[in-house]
């Protein structure tokens, strides 16, 4: 079992940026691959960006390409979502996810956490 809990969201206006960190518990943070999703009003929930369990390759959403970078730190138990350049279209409720099959597109999650809002003003 994997407990995720997001930090960092926050109010910025376009063209800022914000650091998203997600802590994890459990032994076997290291062994999975880790991603962000988010969810806007009114629309589903999309992936952003995912890490692979060395953090050697990461994958992201076009809509974040070239602004948002994706990291992780194996011994702290803690993966990072730089966000730069943010648009107000960035606007969403911003989830952790642990266990990705990254096989699958868009990437699917066994664990989640309840998310972080952030907030893109014009």
């Known amino acids: 079992q994997v407990q995720l809990v997001e930090s960092g969201g926050g109010l910025v206006q376009a063209g800022g940026s914000l650091r998203l960190s997600c802590a994890a518990s459990?032994?076997?943070?290291?062994?999975?691959?880790m991603g962000w999703f988010r969810q806007a009003p009114g629309k589903e929930r999309e992936f952003v960006a995912a890490?692979?369990?060395?953090?050697?390759?990461?994958y992201f959403a076009d809509s974040v390409k070239g602004r948002f970078t994706i990291s992780r730190d194996n011994a702290k138990n803690t993966m990072h979502l730089q966000m730069n350049s943010l648009k107000p279209e960035d606007t969403a409720v911003y989830y952790c996810?642990?266990?990705?099959?990254?096989?699958?597109?868009?990437?699917?999650?066994?664990?989640w956490g309840q998310g972080t809002q952030v907030t893109v003003s014009s």
């Open positions: 459990g032994r076997t943070f290291s062994t999975y691959a």
């Open positions: 890490i692979t369990w060395s953090g050697t390759s990461t």
């Open positions: 996810a642990a266990a990705l099959n990254l096989g699958s597109n868009p990437p699917l999650a066994d664990y």
